[in-house]
């Protein structure tokens, strides 16, 4: 345990960039980086990988802790720095190629509305609900309604897999929000799908 801990501390303080190099990665946490952005559950990428929960689990916070290590961060929320980590891998990983992601054209993909998108670029920053409401100055549970809004106009299973998606359509240039008062086109959404429903 101690020698993977300063194997991963020579890693860190040989790495050049601000983020976390995915060379700096062992191939099996870049395999659970891969599967994060995938969207699995932890249970899904230990069947996939043919080990258990907790060995998961384990290369899951390992990864966190390179990136922490990479950045000198403290922070009492460990948790949520090694989410961050997490979050500018996958981002740096799509950009950069050495995480691959697409979206089948048979998956139906809206834009989101403004507000979604800026939750969902606060919570890429790998921020809490919370501190999310109050940049903004809404209730959690609001954020909460506009996060979850935004996983299904993405198609997307969690909210790493949304990010991932965010940024795939941003390399690819078919990243948009919607224009127009929000509540003025899910009225309209709502009455378009009412006659749907009336003509059938």
């Given at each position: 345990?101690?020698?993977?801990?300063l194997?991963?501390?020579?890693?860190a303080?040989n790495?050049?960039?601000?983020r976390?190099?995915?060379?700096?990665?062992?191939?099996?946490?870049?395999?659970v980086?891969?599967?994060?952005?995938?969207?699995?559950?932890?249970?899904?990428?230990a069947?996939?990988?043919?080990?258990?929960?907790?060995?998961v689990e384990?290369?899951r916070?390992?990864?966190?802790?390179?990136?922490?290590?990479e950045?000198?961060?403290?922070?009492?929320?460990?948790?949520?720095?090694?989410?961050?980590?997490?979050?500018a891998?996958?981002?740096?990983?799509?950009?950069?190629?050495?995480?691959?992601?697409?979206?089948?054209?048979?998956?139906?993909?809206?834009?989101?509305?403004?507000?979604?998108?800026?939750?969902?670029?606060?919570?890429?920053?790998?921020?809490?609900h919370?501190?999310?409401?109050?940049?903004?100055?809404?209730?959690?549970?609001?954020?909460?309604?506009?996060?979850g809004?935004?996983?299904?106009?993405?198609?997307?299973?969690?909210?790493?897999?949304?990010?991932?998606?965010?940024?795939?359509?941003?390399?690819?240039?078919?990243?948009t929000?919607?224009?127009?008062?929000?509540?003025?086109?899910?009225?309209?959404?709502?009455?378009?799908?009412?006659?749907?429903?009336?003509?059938?």
């Open positions: 345990m101690i020698e993977i801990e194997e991963q501390v020579k890693r303080r790495a050049s960039s601000e976390v190099p995915f060379e700096m990665l062992s191939p099996r946490e870049q395999e980086l891969q599967y994060v952005a995938d969207g699995l559950r932890i249970a899904d990428m069947e996939l990988m043919h080990t258990n929960v907790k060995t384990a290369t916070y390992n990864i966190g802790n390179i990136g922490l290590l950045r000198e961060t403290h922070t009492p929320d460990r948790k949520g720095a090694g989410k961050s980590v997490l979050l891998l996958i981002q740096d990983g799509i950009n950069y190629d050495y995480v691959s992601h697409n979206i089948d054209e048979s998956e139906e993909i809206q834009p989101l509305f403004p507000s979604e998108a800026l939750v969902l670029e606060q919570v890429a920053q790998g921020k809490s919370e501190q999310i409401a109050q940049i903004f100055g809404k209730s959690i549970k609001t954020v909460e309604i506009q996060m809004n935004a996983l299904k106009s993405l198609n997307a299973l969690n909210f790493y897999h949304a990010v991932a998606r965010m940024t795939y359509l941003k390399k690819v240039g078919l990243w929000v919607r224009m127009g008062s929000e509540n003025n086109q899910r009225l309209a959404r709502a009455r378009r799908e009412k006659r749907e429903l009336a003509s059938v």
